[in-house]
């Protein structure tokens, strides 16, 4: 997906709003499936927070899909409506998989098509240890997906939406037969301790599909 012609610099060059003494923020998603929590990184990843905590205050995510899920891989949304329309995205952020972050379950990181800087709106959480999304070295086969928070409460929300039943439509595969709606994404004002992870698979179940037409991907 191309993004439409909106200048990122607001989000880029002021810091997210915070609790006091919240030194990472905490996103509540509500879906259709439940709720979970995930916590974010700015020390790692500055600039793909700020791009995120845009699309958050502004509302953006309401009503989007998790338009792809792959049991024991990740679960994909952040940027179609039900109707599994595109939604306009702001600028493109630059990509920073090169911060130590790893895609191990749990994680959140940024979709984007091959071109390495071209992350916008869309996001996955990793159900298994995707090694083969991490950064590598500065080419674009081997560059990554950039990881930049993890869910800390609500991981079994995440593993039931990675394994409803999907199918294809139009360009887009593994898309859940029953919506799975994003109804609201919001930065929690107190913060929440953390839960343990449950025993996740370490292994993804088959690959993602390369970059499509239409919408980012997680390869």
């Known amino acids: 997906m191309r993004p439409y012609g909106f200048l990122l610099l607001l989000a880029l060059c002021s810091p997210p709003v915070l609790a006091e003494g919240m030194k ?31 699309y958050v205050s ?25 109707e599994m329309q595109e939604k306009s995205t702001f600028s493109s952020v630059p990509n920073e998989s ?21 992350a916008t709106s869309q996001f996955f959480i990793n159900i298994a240890d995707n090694k083969f999304l991490n ?4 080419d674009p086969h081997y560059i990554g997906y950039c ?8 991981m079994q929300v995440v593993e039931r939406i990675s394994e409803v039943p ?3 439509v139009k ?13 609201k994404v919001a930065v929690l004002e107190t913060p929440v301790e953390a839960e343990a992870l449950s025993e996740l698979p370490i292994k993804s179940s088959k690959p993602a ?11």
């Open 135 to 138: 950064y590598y070295k500065p």
């Open 147 to 154: 990881v930049f928070g993890k869910v800390i409460r609500g």
């Open 171 to 183: 360009a887009f595969s593994d898309v859940p037969v029953e919506p799975v709606v994003i109804e």
């Open 58 to 82: 502004n509302g953006f995510y309401m009503g989007t899909l998790f338009h792809r899920t792959i049991k024991r891989f990740m679960i994909q949304g952040g940027g179609l409506t039900p």
């Open 98 to 118: 090169n911060n130590g972050l790893k895609n191990e379950p749990g994680t959140l990181a940024m979709a984007r098509a091959f071109e390495p800087d071209s």
């Open 24 to 54: 990472n923020p905490q996103i509540e998603f509500q879906t259709n499936q439940g709720s979970f929590v995930v916590e974010l990184y700015p020390d790692k990843a500055p600039k793909t927070v700020a791009n995120f905590m845009q």
């Open 166 to 168: 999907t199918r294809t």
């Open 209 to 219: 599909s390369k970059g499509k037409k239409r919408g980012q991907t997680a390869h």
